[in-house]
């Protein structure tokens, strides 16, 4: 039987990062990169933070709690820098492209590491819903060559998907060993300290002092969604395979464009129709074959 609750977090995971994609866009240029990744996971860890104190305490071993603080530094502060220092290079198109690459990563990832094993289905059902990512890009992917170094830009930005991939499966024991809420509000609480060193430069204190009411209110919407969204994503990822989850981020630049036409006035192209349409069936077709085995667990990983 299914896990539709799961599955419709790792949905609600999917279609938020494109709402969140739209709303930084507005307000990146004004906040900067780093200051606006920073603010986005300080008030997500804050809206964790009173579920995560009035929860039964959890009692994580030394081992464990330096896993869960590294994974969620991975998760959040080397992706933002690799992202960052990939867009000097790389244009926006591109990047979402092979960020689109996420399931697919995922997948091999998992695989080579013996957490799951492939089915024709599921491999299918994530090789369509790459296609229908790259449709729905593919009309603003022709542009000129990129300047020298272009190769940089590609590098850092398959090592943020890889690293993003190498997450989502190495989350699994944690999740399986512990409650979701303490898991993933200690993950972003450890991002967050370290975004915070990397925002210094940027000139985040003055940046905040200067933000006008409405920028605040764009930021708070991404924070609150994002803390949200990643509990749910790790919720997800507890009790399904890392493949089926990550399958779902394909659904975020289809919403971002979706809502690009409806908040920003961009133009819907049938190219990003079809590529909604083959999404879809992508993720239709991962899900119509039997579960995927996995991998017997050890009696240390009880399931949720």
Known sequence: MRSWPAILAAATVGVQVGAATVASRAVVEDVGPVSLALL??????????????????????????????????GQ????????????????SARAALMFATFPIMTMLLAAALG??????????????????????????????????????????????????????????????????LPVSTLAMLASVVVLAFLAV???????????????????????????????CWLWALGRMPATQVTVFLSLSPIT?????????DETLSPLTLAGLAAVVAGLLIAFAGPSPVRAAETPSEPPI
Not at 129 to 147: P, W
Not at 206 to 230: D, E, K, P, Q, Y
């Open 40 to 73: 986005r996971y300080a008030i997500g860890v804050c809206c964790l933070l009173p579920f995560f104190f009035a929860a039964p305490r959890v009692r994580f071993t030394v081992r464990d709690l330096a896993a869960v603080a590294a994974l969620g530094i």
């Open 76 to 91: 959040f502060g080397v992706i933002i820098v690799l992202l960052n220092f990939g867009l000097l290079y790389v244009s």
């Open 115 to 180: 957490h799951e094993k492939l089915s024709l289905s599921k491999t299918l059902g994530v090789a369509v819903c790459f296609a229908g990512v790259g449709l729905a890009l593919l009309d603003k992917l022709t542009v000129a060559q990129a300047a020298g170094g272009e190769w940089l830009g590609i590098a850092a930005i398959l090592g943020a998907v890889l690293t993003g991939a190498a997450c989502s499966v190495l989350y699994r024991p944690y999740l399986q060993k512990y409650p979701t």
């Open 201 to 231: 430069p940027e000139g985040v204190g003055a940046t905040v002092l200067r933000l006008s009411a409405r920028t605040w209110g764009v930021i708070v919407f991404i924070g609150i969604s994002s803390g949200t969204a990643f509990f």
């Open 256 to 264: 971002a464009a979706l809502l690009g036409v409806l908040l920003l």
